[in-house]
Nanobody
Framework: QVQLVESGGGLVQAGGSLRLSCTASGTIFDVNDMGWFRQAPGNQRDLVARITSDGDINYADSVKGRFTILRDSAQNAIYLQMNALKPEDTDVYYC?????????????WGQGTQVTVVS
């Protein structure tokens, strides 16, 4: 029902910046949280940043002050501005949409985009 397409990953030196984009298409319902997660091989998928339909924003402690999540509701898109990147930010980043309806949460994921930060 919902497709998420990501772009913007790449290789950057420590201290540099990247901007990730995620665009949702398909059947978009009213109540959605959208966010970014990251996952390294063998690890769990962890929240990086989330923005709700009400505009509430949550960041992982490790990225506070460095990353900014933005939402363009008109275009069903979110962005992750990543500044002051560190090697430990290296991961595959996944766009996430949670749709809440009928008492359930419907979870959708983007395909993932690789972010690599080198010293």
């Amino acid at each position: 029902q919902v497709q998420l397409v990501e772009s913007g990953g790449g290789l950057v030196q420590a201290g540099g910046s990247l901007r990730l984009s995620c665009t949702a298409s398909g059947t978009i319902f009213d109540v959605n949280d959208m966010g970014w997660f990251r996952q390294a091989p063998g690890n769990q998928r962890d929240l990086v940043a989330r923005i709700t339909s009400d505009g509430d924003i949550n960041y992982a402690d490790s990225v506070k002050g460095r990353f900014t999540i933005l939402r363009d509701s008109a275009q069903n898109a979110i962005y992750l501005q990543m500044n002051a990147l560190k090697p430990e930010d290296t991961d595959v980043y996944y766009c996430n949409l949670n749709n809440f309806r009928a008492g359930s949460a419907f979870i959708y994921w983007g395909q993932g985009t690789q972010v690599t930060v080198v010293s």
